[in-house]
């Protein structure tokens, strides 16, 4: 089931469009969803499809056609690398090999404790910043040293997401 | 209209349709993949670029609308090369597996990749690879790194279907058709995504390694499923059945099969068919030969006939028989003086007969039904009784048609149903009556308002509607509606020949007994004719108690079946596959076609079974050499359009009380008859689950048990075992039991007083 939180938002978000394409919402819909849950599970989905009264196998097109949604649990903050050229280019290997030694884990694995998972995104469209990551979909860092790595996990470590 | 230029031809075409269809308007071929006429555009595939002058780079002809004096050009340098990169990229990753394909022979990719391909490939890295998925018993998805993402099967689940069980989930190389979380396809028009894969991705499983398409013969027939009178390939190796594939037309079935059409063969080579004749000896049942069971037979409808009366016997014969046989049948009967006689076995009022002007039809053509702008539907399992006329009024709605239900359940049609009244059965004549008299009144809302405000208006009455113990009141009362909208009424035809049984008068005429009245007040002998009379009759209890208690039970039927424990001597006859033979479908339109195979074992046409049980017992003017011959007498002076007519009149009006709960019954999709009942891929789907009783949620409270209980459903005598379920958009007062299910049989009349109990 949806929690109240999520519908309530949605309600919100389908105010934006016509009555009878409810649909329209439905990667707001879903950013609701992973906002709260840290990820969209499959049951989720369906709910959603529910709720706007489309198909479900649209829903998981949707789900799965965009990168930023994750489709198992990732962690409570979830670490998304840029590796598109740019970012290469300015060592973005560097980086996941950084990060997956110093979280000891591998792209797309979340650390034991659960508190971070490591993904590899797409072309953030700053990459004057070069390279970078974002947290959670919604704090993007640039211009990535170790040092600052570590400063940013450390941030994040003590709760300062 | 529009003039272009395609390859130098010069075309007229209408404004608005795109290169593609123009060029096959010209007869001019196109390669493509993705794009079929029925469906929507998706210009995925790019395999039909074509070079259009002052266009600076190729252009999807099936994306790219015609404009006036347009030059494309098909087949020229540009064009070509175009057409054979995107084959070289298509080719990247489809694996070379050809010489194990199942849709090797038949397939677009290597048909085009004949014409477009290379002899060999530039690309030496590894192939993508798309795993195997499980979506039923029907379509196999075994081979999905096979597919080109056209498209197509997406599309046409969420077009024609009217649901999406089919979608391309993740992007660029990692797409790959799916269903969502590894559900089934369970659409039953699902077959036609096999028809509609251009590449060997969905094949048809119960196919599967059969055969190859070049080693089939194929031969013409018509649907014996449904009263739509849909056009079969049957495709045939080695006297078998193989596999059945839609013939297109239009004005019909368009280029689909419903499931059931499509895979009900497999009933044809079931293990229960009977091939030898049988009779009944000291209660053991004995294999003879056909002049010893024949002779049986013709002894005991004399003796019967001679002792107790002519009236005495009855007959029986399904609505998909073909016209020959129903017209033998009762030929015969008169012949010995009987005109018990009927066709009409799931029907429970017969009191609209000798008040109509004709034989009760569709009131128009399937295509008009595409036309209408209004559309009420009464008392039809819209989707499971007739698939593709669901799929037809789907487009219809789609394209601005109304579409109203008046109905004792809420299944979901997939479309959108602007109005809907769902009352329990007993108020089925109420709910009529107050639309007719809103129509009339022009003022109304609601149903009515939508009827009244329509244009082309079609009144649709289904096979609820016909099986209902008050049906002449529902047809007169459509009748009104009709008249007062000056709209069209008719009824959509439960079996192949439901037209067919009226045209031939496989109806009692005078004062013989109908089908109902013949079970009612036992007879001492019954002729069936493809019958089950546990499966296909209005009253299970009491045809099964009729059975039991007649002297002589002669059963010609393709199938060993219930009939060994009551009837004396089967006959094995030969399915529509078999034999030649005629369906008037439910629009009037007569359909002769020839046997596919030839008959199994010792299994003979009805229609010669019919013509030597004729000689035998003398009755005059049975001396048929060929079917033709048959269906010439039969049809001999018959203007079928003019005898096409729903008019009905002097219908009387009573209320019928109705006590406690009511039955719903349908006939679920795969029951309807002998074969479909036989097809094990498709009584593996998810819509030939075992039969429940569903209730609204309120009477399961009442009741006190929780859904998934087992209560005791009990008719008469006899009860049944059922599981519990909910269905809340059920009205309260009701349960839905289907009938024409083993373990429904037990039970009694399709509607009536019914109980649940806590088992």
Known sequence: MLSQQITTLIDKELNKYPADQRQSAVMAALRFVQDEKGWIAPEDMADVAVYLGMPQMAVYEVATFYHMYNLKPMGKHTLTVCTNLSCTLCGAGDTVGYLEKKLGIKLNEVTADGKFGLREGECMGACIDAPLLNVNNKKMCGKLTPEKIDSILADLEGGKA | MINIEIDGKKIQTESGSTVIEAAHQAGIAIPHFCYHKKLSIAANCRMCLVQVEKAPKPLPACATPVNEGMKVFTHSEQAVKAQKGVMEFLLVNHPLDCPICDQGGECM????????????????????????????????????????????????????????????????????????????????????????????????????????????????????????????????????????????????????????????????????????????????????????????????????????????????????????????????????????????LRQSDFSADGKMQGAPWLGMSIADISKADRILIVGSFLRKDHPLLAARIRSAAKHGAQVSVIHSTDDDLLMKVANKTIVAPGALVDAMTQVAKSVASKQADGIAGSLVSGERVAVL????????????????????????????????????????????????????????????????????????????????????????????????????????????????????????????SSEGRVQSFNGSVKPLGEARPAWKVLRVLGNLLKVEGFD????????????????????????????????????????????????????????????????????????????????????????????????????????????????????????????????????????
């Open chain 2, 109 to 344: 990719l290597q048909d085009m990749s004949v014409g477009y391909g290379n002899g060999h490939s530039r690309y030496h890295e590894e192939k993508r690879m798309v795993l195997s998925k499980d979506i039923g018993p029907l379509v196999s998805a075994e081979e999905m790194s096979r597919c080109i993402n056209c498209t197509r099967c997406v599309r046409f689940g969420a077009e024609i279907g009217g649901q999406m069980e089919l979608g391309q989930a993740f992007r660029g190389e990692h797409a790959e058709i799916m269903s969502f979380v590894s559900g089934t396809v369970d659409s039953e028009l699902s077959g036609n995504m096999i028809d509609l894969c251009p590449v060997g991705a969905l094949t048809s499983k119960p196919f599967r390694y059969k055969a190859r398409s070049w080693e089939l013969s194929r031969r013409r027939s018509v649907s014996a499923h449904d009263s739509l009178g849909s056009g079969l390939a049957v495709h045939t190796k080695d006297n078998r059945v193989l596999r059945v594939l839609p013939i297109e037309n239009d004005a019909i079935n368009e280029c689909w099969l419903s499931d059931r059409d499509r895979f009900a063969y497999e009933g044809l080579s079931s293990e229960q068919r009977l091939t030898k004749p049988m009779i009944k000896q000291g209660g053991q049942w004995l294999e003879v030969d056909w002049q010893a069971a024949l002779e049986f037979c013709a002894n005991g409808l004399r003796q019967i006939a001679g002792g107790a009366g002519a009236e005495q016997i009855g007959a029986l014969v399904t609505g998909n028989s073909t016209l020959e046989e129903m017209y033998l049948l009762q030929k015969l009967m008169r012949g010995m003086g009987s005109d018990n006689v009927d066709f009409r």
């Open chain 2, 461 to 584: 009455l289904g096979n609820f509607a016909q099986q209902h113990p008050q049906a002449a009141q529902l047809q007169a009362l459509a009748q009104q509606i009709a008249e007062a909208t000056s709209g069209k009424f008719g009824f959509i035809g439960e079996s192949a020949n439901s037209v067919g049984g009226y045209l031939v008068n496989a109806i009692p005429a005078g004062n013989g007994l109908n089908a109902a009245a013949m079970l009612a007040t036992p007879r001492k002998a019954y002729v069936l004719l493809n019958v089950e009379p546990e499966l296909d009759c209005a009253d299970a209890q009491q045809a099964i108690a009729a059975m039991q208690a007649a002297d002589l039970v002669i059963a010609m039927s393709a199938y060993k079946h219930g009939a060994t424990e009551y009837a004396d001597v089967l006959l094995p006859i030969a399915p529509f596959t078999e034999t030649s033979g005629t369906f008037v």
């Open chain 2, 624 to 759: 048929y050499e060929t079917s033709q011959a048959v269906r010439d007498e039969a049809m001999q002076g018959l203007d079928v359009a003019a005898k096409l007519n729903n008019a009905v009149s002097g219908i009387e009006f009573k209320t019928a009380a109705v006590n406690g709960l009511q039955r719903v019954a349908d006939v679920p999709i795969y029951a309807t008859d002998a074969i479909v009942r036989r097809a094990v891929s498709l009584q593996a789907t998810t819509d030939a689950a075992q039969p429940k009783a569903w209730l609204h949620s309120t009477e399961l409270s009442k009741l006190g048990v929780q859904s998934g209980a087992q209560v005791k459903v009990a008719q008469g005598q006899d009860s049944a075992l059922l599981e519990v379920a909910v269905d809340d958009g059920l009205p309260e007062g009701v349960v839905r039991v289907a009938a024409g299910h083993p373990m429904t049989a037990m039970l009694g009349a399709m509607f009536g007083t019914i109980t649940v109990e806590r088992a």
